[in-house]
């Protein structure tokens, strides 16, 4: 069975402390891995669209990669505004759906 | 560029009444997906809709329906609310004919059954 799971759970971190939000996945063919960001009780906001093992994307403070595993989300330097949670889904082949994983809620403090 | 609409915002319904959602997908975008997202867990997959079919169901009863209209807009119904249909249920457009492709979602309808 196709499976995403997002670890840690809750993370807190200091204004500009730098983390990483780890996201594995065990799927029979994947087409796609994207990373969302929700706010609280907001739809899930697009990020990054990866595709294959090797693949990088950054905008702005984060930073997402691939391998044939597992994706991480690098956070360099976060903001109070940067606190929400993160969600990781992928596209596995034939099919056209997403499965999400439940989520890292990242808070940032001052 | 207008994104993803949902309308309505909040909803509260009576358990065993019936429900209608509607969501009108980013300018562009011809396929819509619905999820329903419980408290504190990621979205699940209710189905997708392209060319006005439905393309693909995820595992959910055949309580929940659904609709895509000759503009791209679709509709979700759900019979016969059971409590457990409490949740944030979201639509996300796309483009249909181009794999991989990222799904933009709207902001959520607010189901509560009471």
């Known amino acids: 069975e196709d499976q995403v799971t997002q670890s840690p759970e809750a993370l807190r971190l200091q204004e500009g402390e730098s983390s990483s939000l780890n996201c594995s996945y065990t799927?029979?063919?994947?087409?796609?891995l994207f990373w969302y960001r929700q706010d609280p009780g907001k739809g899930p906001e697009f990020l990054f669209t990866?595709?294959?093992a090797g693949e990088e994307k950054e905008k702005e403070r984060l930073k997402a990669t691939l391998t044939k595993k597992e994706s991480f989300l690098h956070i360099t330097a976060p903001k109070p505004e940067d606190s929400a949670t993160y969600l990781c889904?992928?596209?596995?082949?034939?099919?056209?759906?997403?499965?999400f994983g439940t989520g890292t809620r990242l808070q940032v403090f001052p | 560029d207008a994104g993803v609409t949902q309308s309505p915002t909040h909803l509260i319904k009576t358990r065993g009444q019936q429900v209608t959602l509607r969501c009108s997908p980013k300018?562009?975008?011809?396929?819509v997906s619905w999820y329903q997202q419980a408290l504190g867990q990621g979205p699940q997959f209710i189905f997708q809709?392209?060319?006005?079919?439905?393309?693909q169901r995820g595992n959910f009863p055949d309580r929940f329906s659904g609709h895509q209209f000759p503009n791209y807009s679709s509709e979700l119904n759900v019979n016969a609310l059971l409590l457990g249909d409490s949740a944030l249920y979201l639509c996300?457009?796309?483009?249909?004919?181009?794999?991989?492709?990222?799904?933009?979602f709207g902001p959520g309808t607010r189901l509560t059954v009471t």
């Open positions: 889904a992928v596209q596995t082949e034939g099919t056209d759906k997403l499965i």
């Open positions: 300018s562009g975008h011809d396929t």
């Open positions: 990866l595709y294959s």
């Open positions: 809709y392209y060319e006005e079919e439905e393309r």
């Open positions: 799927v029979s063919g994947l087409r796609g």
């Open positions: 996300a457009s796309s483009l249909g004919d181009r794999y991989p492709y990222a799904q933009y």
